[in-house]
Nanobody, 126 residues
Framework: QVQLAESGGGLVQAGDSLRLSCAAS????????MGWFRQAPGKEREFVAT????????YHTDSVKGRFTISRDNAKNTVYLQMNSLKPEDTAVYYC???????????????????WGQGTQVTVSS
């Protein structure tokens, strides 16, 4: 079992920055591929970013490339999502998730993630 707890959400203005954190406890954090997903009101959950075991490989969805950066600190059992130049369309509940992936290959497929946090709300006003 892995327990995940997100923090860092809030209400900001367009153009501002936020850094989300996701603290993990339980099994060995470095064994898990980590991902960030988000769900806006009335919309399906969507992939945002994912990172390999070591942090050496990352993928970001096109709508956040150049603005968001996923990273991890295995010594602190924490994954981060740095969000810059926020837009109103980034408003959503953000979830972190953990997946056991062969060779630690990051994946945007939500079905591969076994563990999920409770989510943190990000609201961007125009």
């Amino acid at each position: 079992q892995v327990q995940l707890a997100e923090s860092g959400g809030g209400l900001v203005q367009a153009g501002d920055s936020l850094r989300l954190s996701c603290a993990a406890s339980g099994r060995t954090f470095s064994n898990y591929v980590m991902g960030w997903f988000r769900q806006a009101p009335g919309k399906e959950r969507e992939f945002v970013a994912t990172i390999s075991w070591s942090g050496g490989t990352t993928y970001h969805t096109d709508s956040v490339k150049g603005r968001f950066t996923i990273s991890r600190d295995n010594a602190k059992n924490t994954v981060y999502l740095q969000m810059n130049s926020l837009k109103p369309e980034d408003t959503a509940v953000y979830y972190c998730a953990a997946a056991l992936q062969i060779a630690g290959i990051p994946t945007p497929d939500a079905k591969k993630y076994s563990y999920w946090g409770q989510g943190t709300q990000v609201t961007v006003s125009s």
